[in-house]
């Protein structure tokens, strides 16, 4: 596959479809992810899927076809076995007398041709989809769609074997446990919720009991929905099987636990489920943070940086030393500009260090450390190491005390360049918590190169977007600049199929960057309040987070709802 990938990467720089240095990066992707080049050049943004695919038509001397364009036949796609399709990555489209045709992203691959041609004893003609497409139909045709009202109707109503009495829990016997969260049905619903939420592309799994009722609810775009109430007698036995799936103690319910649990999913790809295991008034609560390296957005372009910023953003970061902070509540996108900041600077050139608590994505190239609290391993012992390992880049995943935030400092006085979080509300207001640590106002000036303060709103569903009105009162109260008043458009998402009726599918980061030059440099060793450092960082031309969610609205990204969802008034 090697060989064939290379082969592929050649024949596009040559054609000019990408260039030398996107098909390097490209491949280091693909080393930490497993995946196929053609996949990873689509996920970077390098080639249009349609591209490729015309490209792969041409060059294999094979038709193309748009998966999405036609409905296949219920009985060609029984010709063909789900584990078959899964594992050669192929889809059966037509089928003529003894001819089967079969879409596949590598019409290179006669292994999986001949082994098709055996399975079904039907000459074979390919054709050629793009890896995303191929994917997207093997999930519609073939992947099971029980529902929870199915699977729930395994519970037998009767059944007393799930059934403990609330006031004996603490006398409920392990083995009891271990034989109910192993039995079928709970299983299978505990399955079905794990690839439920993948599919609906949840970033967090709730499971909380209460005294009389359970609920299960996923964080979908940053947002929970819940979607069953599973009877109170499975309680235990589905926080059971989760604690058997993360290899955690089950017998101990009374103090907080923290697990893992990895799913294969086929095509060589994988799930991680960071857990949490939290005991509440009324048992346990779990929630399962979902990890999903393949949706892991690398590319800076895609994040929500306007396109000056970002110009500003990467010369930034292309300094030798200095400190780049990046500020927002949790859950608001700081890891994954991180990444893909690290991703940038990523260069074989280059000895990059990261201290992260936890490492949510392995990253090939870069050094990674999980911190251990318990036997002494944190952010502040880390950088010390680190400064001793020969570093260029070092990100410290969070700033949370003086200690770390000195070393931090000296880093990046002494030609490291430092990347790190702080949990702050804005840009500005970064400074004074820095100050408020024990950091002297000279060195945060000559040492910081620039705060960013980000928030993620929910984009607005591509396939049911519309114009609104709006009254102007609104949008005058919103922060919308009067000069653009008359050409503001607002759009809305009305609900469809594609996003559950939300009206929103997706994230987009809202991003305010406060670069520092000598004129902020100035304030802040005069001591300036965090309203004076706005102010003056506004009159050098940097756009607040409502700003930047306001110019959202009008390129019809997001809603007037999500910015005043996410953002203060400035």
């Known amino acids: 596959m090697a060989d064939d990938n290379s082969r592929l990467g050649e024949l596009l720089v040559k054609e000019q479809l990408i260039t030398p240095l996107q098909l390097r990066r490209a491949v280091d992707s693909q080393r930490g992810s497993g995946g196929r ?4 050049l ?22 193309s076809v748009n998966l999405s364009d036609i409905e296949l036949d219920p009985d060609v796609l029984k010709l063909l076995p789900k584990e078959v399709v899964t594992r050669h990555q192929v889809v059966p489209v037509n089928r003529s007398g003894s001819t089967l045709i079969v879409a596949m992203a590598d019409p290179s691959n006669i292994f999986a041709i001949d082994d098709i041609k055996f399975i079904t004893k039907f000459h074979i003609e390919v054709v050629v989809a793009s890896e ?11 992947t099971s769609n029980v529902s929870f009202d199915e699977v729930m109707m395994d519970f037998d109503a009767d059944d007393e074997e799930f059934d403990f009495e609330q006031d004996e829990e603490e006398d409920i016997n392990v083995l009891d446990l271990e034989k109910s969260a192993g039995d079928a049905p709970v ?9 439920d939420a993948i599919r609906k592309n949840a970033s967090d799994i709730h499971v909380e009991p209460y005294e009389k009722s359970m609920r299960i609810r996923y964080r979908i775009d940053g947002v929970l929905y819940e979607v069953m109430k599973p009877p109170l007698k499975l309680k235990n036995a589905i926080i059971s099987r989760f604690k058997i799936m993360s290899n955690l103690d089950i017998a101990e319910r009374r103090l907080p636990q923290d697990g893992r649990i990895k799913m294969k999913l086929g095509r060589g790809k994988e799930m991680d489920f960071r857990v949490s295991v939290l005991p509440v008034l009324w048992g346990e609560k779990i929630v399962l943070r979902l990890l999903d390296k393949s949706n892991l957005q690398l590319d800076m372009t895609k994040l929500g940086f306007e396109s000056k910023v970002l110009a500003q953003y990467k010369e930034m970061i292309a300094k030798p030393f200095g400190m780049i902070l990046i500020t927002g509540p949790t859950g608001s996108g700081k890891t994954t500009t991180l990444y893909s900041t690290l991703s940038e600077l990523n260069k074989t050139t280059t000895n990059i260090c990261t201290a992260e608590d936890p490492v949510e994505f392995n990253l090939f190239g870069i050094n990674q450390v999980q911190m251990h609290d318990d036997i002494g391993l944190n952010f502040a012992s880390s950088l010390r190491s680190f400064l001793r390992q020969d570093p260029d880049i070092i990100m410290v995943g969070e700033i949370r005390d003086f200690e770390t935030a000195e070393i931090a400092v000296k880093a990046a006085l002494t030609g490291h360049l430092v990347l790190s979080t702080l949990h702050t509300n ?3 207001s970064s400074v004074s918590r820095m100050l408020n640590m024990g950091i002297e106002p ?23 977007r519309e114009p609104i ?5 609104v949008l005058i109260d919103l922060g919308v600049p009067a000069e653009q008043l008359d050409d503001y458009q607002v759009y809305r998402g009305k609900g469809c199929g594609t996003c559950n009726n939300t009206g929103y599918k997706g994230r987009i980061g ?38 930047s969610g306001i110019q959202k609205i009008g390129e019809g990204m997001t809603s007037v709802e999500e910015v005043v969802r996410v953002t203060a008034p400035d």
Do not use: W
């Open 442 to 464: 000279f060195l945060v000036a000559s040492s910081v190169n620039l705060i960013g303060a980000q928030r993620l709103a929910r984009k607005i569903c591509k396939d049911c």
């Open 42 to 63: 689509t996920k970077l943004g390098y080639i249009d899927e349609n591209e490729l695919t015309s490209f792969l038509s041409k060059q294999y001397g094979v038709p």
């Open 132 to 142: 995303q497409a191929i994917a997207d139909a093997i999930e519609q045709y073939y």
């Open 510 to 547: 809202l991003y305010e960057i406060m670069f520092f030059n000598d004129e902020i440099g100035e304030f802040v060793l005069n001591g300036a309040s965090t309203l004076e450092l706005k102010r003056e960082a506004i009159r050098q031309g940097m756009k607040t987070l409502r700003m």
């Open 187 to 195: 299983v299978k619903l505990v399955n079905l919720i794990l690839l």
């Open 37 to 40: 080049l053609g996949h990873e």
């Open 426 to 428: 804005d840009a500005p």
């Open 469 to 473: 009105d709006v009254p102007r009162q």
